[in-house]
């Protein structure tokens, strides 16, 4: 699979911090994904992109779709403890069915 | 709403052994996938179906793999001969339509194989 470069690896903040991360990749993806996962379970789909450039929120997430087609960023504002979590993007070719996920973001929020 | 649902959520066996896992997609999801995660790692591709056709295998599915989704609803995923290299979680996904487009893949909790 495509390799996704993903940062930073790991994030330590203060609850109510703004938070920011994102994914690169060599290769063009023409959907991009970003999901959360909390320790023992499965990754839970947080926010789904479809074309370049476009800004999609849910709450207090926002995330983009590079304009180059080759990255996405995410960002959580106002940071809460259960936002902890492990936070990977995945990226889909344009001729395949599989995601290609990143290594993961770690966010750890203290109180 | 019923999510995909593994069965079972933890297995642990010793080398050699054979082990089947069980997936149960979404319901009305046409569309089937499995993939493996390591500690520290983000999910790996191993194999896809539409219906009950397997569409696409990953490097990753050696021939001690195999996957089966023979009525086009739940999957079974086996694994003969048990390695030490196996240990991971399996994680399955599922998603719905006929396009790929616009059809995000929500994923199960797992099953966690610890070979002993």
């Known amino acids: 699979g495509q390799q996704l470069n993903q940062s930073p690896q790991s994030m330590f903040i203060q609850e109510g911090e703004d938070v920011s991360m994102n994914c690169t990749s060599s290769?063009?993806?023409?959907?991009w994904l970003w999901y959360k996962q909390d320790p023992g379970e499965g990754p839970v789909l947080l926010i789904a992109l479809y074309k370049a450039g476009e800004l999609t929120s849910n709450g207090r997430l926002t995330a983009q779709f590079g304009i180059t087609r080759k990255d996405s960023f995410l960002n959580i504002s106002a940071s809460i403890p259960s936002d902890v979590g492990i936070y990977f993007c995945?990226?889909?070719?344009?001729?395949?069915?599989?995601?290609?996920f990143g290594k993961g973001t770690s966010l750890l929020v203290t109180p | 709403d019923t999510g995909v649902s593994q069965d079972p959520r933890h297995k642990i066996t010793k080398r050699g052994q054979n082990v089947t896992f069980r997936c149960d997609p979404i319901?009305?999801?046409?569309?089937l996938y499995w993939y493996r995660q390591t500690l520290g790692q983000g999910p790996e591709f191993l194999t896809y179906f539409q219906n009950e056709a397997q569409l696409e295998k990953s490097r990753l599915l050696s021939d001690r793999f195999s996957a089966e989704r023979p009525k086009g609803s739940f999957s079974t995923l086996e694994i003969q001969r048990t390695e030490q290299g196996d240990s991971a979680m399996y994680l399955c996904?599922?998603?719905?339509?006929?396009?790929?487009?616009?059809?995000?893949?929500?994923f199960g909790d797992g099953t966690r194989l610890s070979i002993l």
């Open positions: 319901s009305e999801h046409n569309r």
């Open positions: 996904a599922s998603s719905s339509g006929l396009t790929i487009r616009n059809q995000p893949q929500h």
């Open positions: 995945a990226g889909q070719l344009d001729s395949g069915y599989a995601l290609n």
């Open positions: 290769s063009i993806f023409n959907t």
